[in-house]
């Protein structure tokens, strides 16, 4: 994958993605969470290779499942490296939206779909994910982890390239189709994350702001009325039945 083909947004954020990959307590942590990560994309795979009805497919599926593991031991093995060297510490922000992996967050359900629609899913997601850990090659300054990304950069182009070529396979008239709808259900999974997240920093800004600048002007307003109180005991005014009798 040349450079130029990265998207323009990483690019524009390389330095910021050179501070996140600075730390290597956060790298080894992110790291870990990239196996994560792979781990379930492969389970989704195998999944997808056993419901097929094509045989190619299924043969590229489990290939294509056979990396994700491996890239998940990549990973898992480099992470757990660098944190038993470094030990405990390190950087308390994750800016995980910024380092998202490769799927990006993306959840999939593999039998939800059909071939057409979880290639046009897995053609973008590796596009996304090649571009993406070319950067992060690129700017993680440790050797070792960088090579990790050279060695998982190499299948994903080829993740990319046969996605692409299958799609075009089984579905050559609307292929074009199904890669519109995989972008704007992208897109739609993209806005409810960040909605999400929106709506969670908001609530508690609204709750702080509660606390601190609500909640004192009823606390005075009750200090208030205590003032007007007369201390000790006062006699209780009785009150007129309203019935002289239960009859």
Request: net charge positive.
């Amino acid at each position: 994958m040349d450079e130029h083909r990265a998207p323009s947004l990483e690019r524009i954020l390389r330095p910021v993605h050179r501070w996140v990959w600075r730390d290597a307590h956060r790298c080894a942590r992110k790291l870990l969470t990239f196996a994560a990560t792979e781990a379930d994309g492969g389970r989704d795979l195998s999944r997808a290779a056993e419901l097929t009805t094509d045989p190619l497919l299924r043969r590229l599926f489990l290939r294509h499942a056979l990396d994700e593991s491996h890239h998940a031991e990549l990973f898992r093995a480099r992470g757990r490296t660098m944190l038993a060297a470094l030990g405990g510490g390190g950087g308390w922000l994750e800016a995980r939206w910024l380092t998202p992996g490769e799927r990006g967050g993306d959840d999939l359900r593999v039998e939800d779909v059909k071939d057409a629609s979880l290639l046009a899913f897995l053609h973008l997601s590796e596009k996304v994910a090649a571009a993406r850990f070319e950067v992060y090659r690129d700017v993680i300054p440790d050797e070792e982890t960088r090579e990790v990304f050279r060695r998982i950069l190499r299948d994903e182009v080829f993740h990319v390239h046969y996605t692409r070529t299958q799609l075009e396979r089984i579905a050559p008239e609307r292929h074009r189709r199904e890669l519109w709808l995989a972008r704007a259900s992208r897109l739609w999974k993209g806005y409810l994350r960040v909605a999400t997240a929106l709506a969670g920093r908001l609530g508690t800004v609204i709750l702080l702001a509660q606390y601190f600048l609500v909640l004192p002007l009823f606390a005075l307003a009750a200090k208030r009325a205590a003032r007007r109180e007369r201390p000790g005991w006062s006699e209780r005014q009785r009150e007129q039945p309203t019935l002289e009798s239960q009859y």
